[in-house]
């Protein structure tokens, strides 16, 4: 055999021996294609995953309804009873209509507009509108253990609200409160919702060409994505490219708002608070009002909650009244719930309907009975818990003010986030005056000095107050007294009392103050020799001086002081002007006070 042949022999043995490699490394080069293209179509190929409706909507039992609130899907649950949606009491007051009031004593719901009152027992079909009955096919109000349920269509008789339930697999409805022109988008293609703007987030809903969507906004950038909420209640993602042209569609309530009307003077009014603790200081009304310059009201302090029933003591005197008209000032008479304060709870009183309208009866026919021209409320231990019963009160009691021709004052601290539960606004709404106490910045508790009512504090309060209230309706209250602050150093054993360690040696003072009026102050002042300077910040006559080793000092209440608040009247286009308390004045303030209100 020659050698060429031998060497083709090997060649042939050598390719044999490759082949298997060679057909491994092309197994590799396959199946590593193949995962290639496969990793490539499971990126690139939308996900066919479908989210459960139960899981998405959190829906956990059969007669639960999921809520989805003007295109933003909730937590809040409402509930399917008799083919019909019920909604919380909290439910309703937080997101649909705060003007309800669920008397859970009682067991009554009730709604107020400016001329009646609605309401509704529980487990009846009929109501009362005022004095008239009526009845529906449902239940409006429904009760289970300590929550009370109102039905969605109740509620949509008095207020702005529209709805759709949708029963199939999961309850849910619908709701709508805002109106106004929304965006919408046609579906040019079919398509799929997800959960989420990507196409692996699971799939919602399925959308077909012709389906109206509406357009939602998204505060980031979601590209080649858009979000909509579909008709059948899901909130999601759908490409663009599935999507055509955009549209408009107009959302509207056919429930019209109630109109409150108030009573309005057409002077500026000069108003002050007459203190009465008897029925014997009724008598000096005379020298009080002579006394005064351009006064247009007197509120005298006359009407006290007397039990939790809501009976008042009275006060009321009607040859008071008659003075007063004779001399062209009208008398609104003050309510107060200081008196009994230890006694007598202003949450037990307002919070039950029968005592509260027994509270409305009772004042509507003094101020009948004595020919008063207004009513001013002066509860100053309202809470939180008492709060909603509180705004309900003055509802009603407006009803009847209206009907009457009896002007509603209500006094109201300086607004602050620990009395924010007053609500300005809804009083701004109901009531024909809000009077703002422009005073207490420092308080007789207050643990140090300082001024009543110093000028940067009571214009913020207004301010404040004028962001809720309506510049026509806000009366300004200034202070017709002065605080005179004793600083008593603390003894030895007091600071020790107190925790107050011995290394400790700056000097620790216990702060009393007494209230003084204009005349009664400058008297201390002069027997002490003290000296007033003027203080800008204040915007008060500043003084000070020691007697037997204390510290006295005070920011007074002068013409100056009571210039610069009553300008504000005029600034910011104020209702008016009251005072705390006549007697407390000299007399030429009513001349300083006229410059701005007459």
Not at 41 to 60: G, H, L, Q, V
Not at 229 to 254: A, H, M, P, Q
Not at 287 to 292: L, Q
Not at 501 to 516: C, G, I, P
């Amino acid at each position: 055999m020659t050698t060429r042949k031998r060497r083709k022999k090997r060649r042939v043995r050598v390719n044999r021996r490759m082949a298997p490699v060679l057909a491994a490394l092309l197994l590799i080069i396959v199946v590593t294609a193949g995962m290639g293209i496969s990793y490539l179509i499971e990126k690139y190929s939308p996900s066919k995953e479908r989210m459960a409706w139960t899981e998405y909507y959190s829906a956990t039992g059969e007669d639960e309804v999921a809520v989805i609130l003007n295109n933003e899907l909730t937590d809040i649950k409402g509930r399917m009873i008799d083919g019909e949606v019920y909604v919380t009491t909290d439910t309703l007051y937080e997101y649909l209509n705060d003007r309800f009031y669920w008397d859970a004593q009682e067991n009554l719901l009730l709604y107020t507009t400016p001329t009646e009152i609605i309401t509704a027992p529980v487990g009846s079909t009929s109501y009362t509108v005022g004095d008239s009955s009526y009845t529906e096919t449902y239940t409006p109000v429904k009760v289970d253990g300590d929550t009370a349920y109102v039905a969605l269509a109740f509620i949509q008789k008095y207020t702005a609200l529209q709805y759709e339930v949708m029963t199939d697999e999961v309850n849910r409805v619908n709701l709508t409160t805002e109106f106004g022109t929304v965006e919408t988008v046609t579906v040019k293609r079919n398509g799929q919702v997800r959960y989420r703007a990507g196409i692996k987030s699971p799939i919602l809903t399925d959308v077909k060409k012709g389906d109206v969507l509406y357009v939602l906004p998204e505060d980031e950038d979601i590209g080649e994505w858009t979000k909509v909420r579909t008709s059948d209640g899901f909130i999601g993602y759908i490409r663009n490219k599935n999507l055509g042209s955009r549209g408009e569609e107009t959302l509207v309530s056919n429930y019209e708002e109630p109109v409150y009307t108030s009573i309005t003077k057409d002077y500026t009014i000069n108003m002050a608070w007459h203190q009465v603790t008897n029925s014997d200081a009724n008598n000096n009304v005379l020298e009080m009002i002579a006394n005064t310059k351009g006064l247009t009201t007197i509120s005298p302090t006359w009407f006290f909650l007397s039990d939790n029933e809501g009976n008042i003591e009275s006060l009321a005197s009607q040859t008071y009244v008659n003075y007063c008209h004779q001399n062209n000032i009208e008398v609104w008479g003050l309510v107060e719930d200081i008196k009994y304060k230890d006694t007598i709870l202003d949450y037990e009183i307002l919070s039950r309907t029968s005592s509260r309208q027994r509270l409305v009866s009772n004042l509507i026919a003094r101020a009948i009975e004595y020919d008063l021209d207004g009513l001013n409320i002066d509860f100053e231990y309202i809470n939180e818990d008492s709060a909603k019963a509180y705004l309900q009160f003055l509802r009603e009691l407006s009803i009847r003010c209206r009907q009457n021709g009896i002007v509603l004052s209500v006094d109201n601290y300086r607004p602050a986030d620990h009395n924010a539960f007053y609500d300005l606004d809804e009083q701004g709404e109901i009531v024909d005056y809000v009077i703002l106490m422009g005073y207490d910045e420092h308080y007789a508790g207050s643990d140090t000095a300082g001024s009543v009512a110093s000028i940067n504090w009571v214009r913020e309060g207004i301010e404040l107050a004028l962001e809720q209230v309506p510049s026509e309706k806000l009366i300004n209250a200034v202070p017709f007294y002065t605080r005179l602050w004793e600083e008593r150093p603390l003894t030895e054993e007091e600071e020790a009392e107190a925790g107050i360690a011995a290394s400790d040696t700056s000097v620790h003072v216990e702060v009393t103050s007494k209230a003084y009026g204009m005349d009664a102050i400058d008297e201390v002042l002069a027997a002490n020799g003290a000296e007033k300077t003027w203080d800008e910040t204040s915007g008060q006559y500043y003084a000070e001086y020691t007697a037997d080793g204390n510290t006295y000092k005070v920011w007074l209440e002068e013409e100056e002081s009571i210039a610069l608040k009553a300008s504000l009247i005029k600034e910011y286009n104020l209702a008016g002007i009251s005072a705390w308390k006549l007697g407390f004045e000299r007399q030429q303030i009513w001349d300083v006070i006229l410059r701005y209100v007459n």
